[in-house]
């Protein structure tokens, strides 16, 4: 496979930050650190950004977004009220409901208090530590490093904030109720065949 496609992959993972629901307005929106890694550097230094560029295969790319959103909440039409964490009851965190059963769970980190007293700069700083923990002999190899983002980030995540609850966190602040980790592999997926179109 050539390096674009394990570089769209990458992008697919960490287009959205990987702490996104944990965020509010202030920075759900943005990405995670894939504009820092080494082997996306000639994506940044040409400004091929899917979220950004117009060219007609990073538009291709930036559809595995939107087609995987859409799989996670295709049957409820359009939903436009965010819910933020911590934001309607501070104790309680977010609610979240399981795809199935339907039964109900109140997803609370064990650092509640600390993110709620600065959230951006709190995330911000756990982010960074998420990006220092990536090995050092997959830093530069860009297709062992897309399978350490794919399979360990969610549990270096959990480690970082010593609460396996994070493995439930939602990729959707408007239908909390399917994963960010989910979302992102997906997302991942189709980026790659977008890729080679």
């Not at 697919?12 to 080494?38: A, C, I, M, Y």
Request: net charge positive.
């Amino acid at each position: 496979m050539s390096e674009a496609y394990w570089q769209a992959k990458i992008w697919g993972l960490l287009h959205d930050p990987v702490l996104k629901p944990l965020h509010n307005n202030t920075g759900r929106g943005g990405n995670s650190f894939w504009q820092e890694l080494e082997v996306m550097k000639n994506w940044v230094d040409n400004d091929w950004n899917p979220e950004t560029s117009g060219g007609k295969v990073l538009k291709h790319i930036l559809l595995a977004d939107y087609i995987s959103s859409a799989s996670d909440r295709a049957a409820i039409g359009s939903v436009t009220q965010s819910v933020n964490y911590g934001s309607h009851n501070q104790e309680k965190g977010l609610q979240i409901s399981h795809l199935l059963s339907g039964a109900k769970l109140n997803f609370k980190i064990k650092q509640h208090s600390e993110l709620l007293a600065q959230r951006k700069k709190y995330l911000d700083n756990k982010e960074e530590n998420l990006r220092q923990k990536i090995p050092a002999v997959t830093k530069n190899h860009i297709k062992p490093l897309f399978w350490w983002l794919w399979r360990c980030l969610p549990e270096t995540t959990c480690k970082e904030f010593e609460d396996a609850s994070l493995l439930l966190m939602p990729a959707e602040t408007r239908l909390p109720d399917s994963s960010i980790w989910s979302h992102a592999s997906i997302t991942a997926a189709f980026a790659g065949c977008f890729s080679r179109v």
